[in-house]
């Protein structure tokens, strides 16, 4: 038997190491996705920030450089199924 799955998406996160919300993770209930992918954009379509990893997100940091208070586009691909689903967003940094 099979959950249902639920997606949450963060829309800001504050990496200061106050050990509350320094890292922009999408937090995901249910089954195990397939095919998960999650990128992170700047305004000019760089991918900063890239994982398959459920457990890993973005500390916004890029090339060991702390990004600056923005807002960055997500994407996210996965499989529901035999099903490609591609879901989008945007966070504040």
């Not at 800001?12 to 919300?21: K, M, R, S, V, Y």
């Not at 249910?30 to 999650?38: F, H």
Request: hydrophobic share 30%.
């Amino acid at each position: 038997v099979s959950q249902p799955r639920g997606i949450y998406v963060p829309n800001a996160f504050t990496p200061d190491n106050d050990g509350t919300n320094d890292v922009f993770v999408p937090v995901i209930t249910g089954e195990r996705l397939k095919n998960y992918r999650l990128r992170i954009y700047n305004r000019w379509g760089e991918i900063l920030f890239s994982t398959d990893d459920l457990q890993q997100g973005w500390d916004g940091r890029y090339q060991d450089q702390n990004c600056k208070r923005d807002v960055y586009a997500w994407q996210i691909e996965t499989m529901y199924g035999t099903e490609k689903k591609m879901l989008t967003g945007h966070v504040y940094l």
